[in-house]
């Protein structure tokens, strides 16, 4: 594993406002990290931080093993669209920023990288003619230009339909499949729940939980259910010995247990004294479930 992106105890503040107090994470090669927190909690500060925009009050960050000045070259970075030249077309875009970044780029591959995000049809048009879904394709293809190893993509999706927002997703998962690190945030955890390989949450200032779905969702959260089928009344001190929490209705009996690690004996105890299961279930926290709880 090559880390890509390391951040070391990073605080900043403005004046006497705190907005991070103590950030560490990294972020290994080829990941897609989902990066959360409400508004205002500090994303776009951090984001500012990492590409030298703003720097940290204290605290500390390498982008591939390289302070910032010498990384930069690696990270591409999500525009503000906004800032796009109304009377320019895409290539005379990409062409300029290629100049600008001082990446060598010829007119092929300014061309491909504008067909990888689905401009294709749209190159020799003026910016004004673009619909706010194109402008965001033009953000990214920017953000492509020398193909970086580092990718930051603050918001790529908002905004967009649903068919554009799939096209950009699977956009991202190109660039993971290519090696490619990207972090991204978004308000819609929906979708950043699928995306992402990891996410981290942040609030206060701090990274309130970090890891894979399978991490962040706590575990004694687990609701799984077991549906048993009656055809005699069941054994109450039997079920005690296997929950402390079940249902009795006239044909059936639901088990809950909050460990997956519970299941297998519970299964095993349930056939053993000939009954009948016909369903088991297990509810899993989404991301917004998660991020709910840790901001209540
Ligand atoms: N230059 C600045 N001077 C003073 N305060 C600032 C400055 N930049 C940001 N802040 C404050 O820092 C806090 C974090 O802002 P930031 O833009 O990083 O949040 P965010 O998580 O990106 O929010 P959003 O989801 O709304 O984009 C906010 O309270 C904001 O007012």
């Given at each position: 594993m090559t880390t890509v992106l390391e951040v070391r105890d990073i605080q900043k503040s403005f004046g006497k406002t705190e907005v991070l107090r103590g950030v560490s994470f990294s972020i290994e090669r080829g990941e897609i990290f989902g990066f959360l927190g409400r508004n205002g909690a500090g994303k776009s500060t951090l984001i500012h931080i990492l590409t030298g925009v703003k720097y940290p009050t204290s605290g500390s960050f390498q982008i591939l093993g390289l302070p910032i000045e010498e990384a930069k070259r690696h990270i591409g970075v999500f525009p503000d669209i906004d800032q796009f030249y109304n009377e320019w077309t895409a290539m005379q875009h990409l062409t300029f920023f290629a100049k600008l970044?001082?990446?060598?780029?010829?007119?092929?591959?300014?061309?491909?990288?504008?067909?990888?995000?689905?401009?294709?049809?749209?190159?020799?048009?003026?910016?004004?003619?673009?619909?706010?879904?194109?402008?965001?394709?033009?953000?990214?293809?920017?953000?492509?230009?020398?193909?970086?190893?580092?990718?930051?993509?603050?918001?790529?999706?908002?905004?967009?339909?649903?068919?554009?927002?799939?096209?950009?997703?699977?956009?991202?998962?190109?660039?993971?499949?290519?090696?490619?690190?990207?972090?991204?945030?978004?308000?819609?955890?929906?979708?950043?729940?699928?995306?992402?390989?990891?996410?981290?949450?942040?609030?206060?200032?701090?990274?309130?939980?970090?890891?894979?779905?399978?991490?962040?969702?706590n575990v004694s959260n687990y609701a799984i259910e077991i549906h048993i089928m009656l055809d005699r009344t069941p054994e109450e001190a039997f079920l005690q010995t296997l929950t402390t929490r079940y249902e009795v209705n006239d044909t059936n009996v639901t088990l809950f247990l909050q460990k997956k690690e519970d299941v297998a004996e519970c299964i095993r105890a349930l056939v053993f004294a000939n009954y009948a299961i016909y369903k088991v279930t297990q509810k899993e926290q989404t991301l917004e479930?998660?991020?709910?709880?840790?901001?209540?």
């Open positions: 970044q001082k990446i060598p780029c010829s007119k092929a591959e300014l061309e491909a990288l504008l067909r990888q995000v689905g401009l294709q049809n749209e190159m020799k048009k003026k910016v004004k003619q673009y619909s706010f879904g194109m402008k965001k394709k033009l953000g990214v293809a920017q953000a492509l230009i020398g193909q970086p190893d580092f990718i930051i993509l603050d918001e790529p999706t908002s905004g967009l339909d649903p068919e554009s927002a799939i096209h950009m997703r699977q956009l991202i998962h190109q660039m993971a499949a290519n090696c490619q690190t990207v972090f991204v945030t978004s308000h819609n955890l929906n979708e950043l729940e699928k995306m992402s390989d990891r996410i981290a949450i942040l609030k206060e200032g701090h990274i309130s939980n970090i890891g894979t779905m399978e991490q962040l969702r479930e998660i991020f709910l709880q840790t901001e209540s």
